[in-house]
């Protein structure tokens, strides 16, 4: 965000998977460790568009800010994960709620 303004590729309607980065150190911690073999995605599983991830911010930050909506150069692509695998060898492994990652990164870029 820069002077107020939010800038989107397109509508803001494609979506990406979100890790929380603390959710990331627990699943390696715990694969590091453990007998899982093979190929994983660390991904949560959800998807989410920038659009959301903007609504979340303005009520996150308490901030009116405007989004500028750019001229996409690529096509659009929806990243999407089926986590099975990933749930299946890390029965334990914490998911934060988007939101909540948010709330938190947002706490501690603004102390």
């Known amino acids: 965000m820069k002077d107020n303004r939010l800038s989107l590729f397109g509508k803001g ?17 715990h694969l590091a460790f453990s007998e899982a073999r ?5 991904v949560s599983g959800n998807s989410f568009s ?5 609504s979340l ?16 150069k690529n096509q659009m692509i929806h990243q999407g994960f089926i986590i ?7 029965r334990d492994a ?11 990164a947002w706490s501690f870029a603004s102390q």
């Open 50 to 54: 920038f659009k959301e991830i903007s």
């Open 13 to 29: 309607e494609e979506k990406r998977d979100y890790l929380f980065i603390q959710d990331l150190i627990g699943i390696i911690k």
């Open 94 to 104: 914490p998911f934060t709620d988007l939101e909540k990652g948010l709330q938190r």
């Open 84 to 90: 099975d695998k990933l749930v299946s060898d890390c």
């Open 57 to 72: 911010l303005r009520k996150i930050t308490k901030r009116d800010f405007s989004e500028i909506t750019l001229d996409r």
């Open 38 to 42: 093979g190929i994983l995605n660390l």
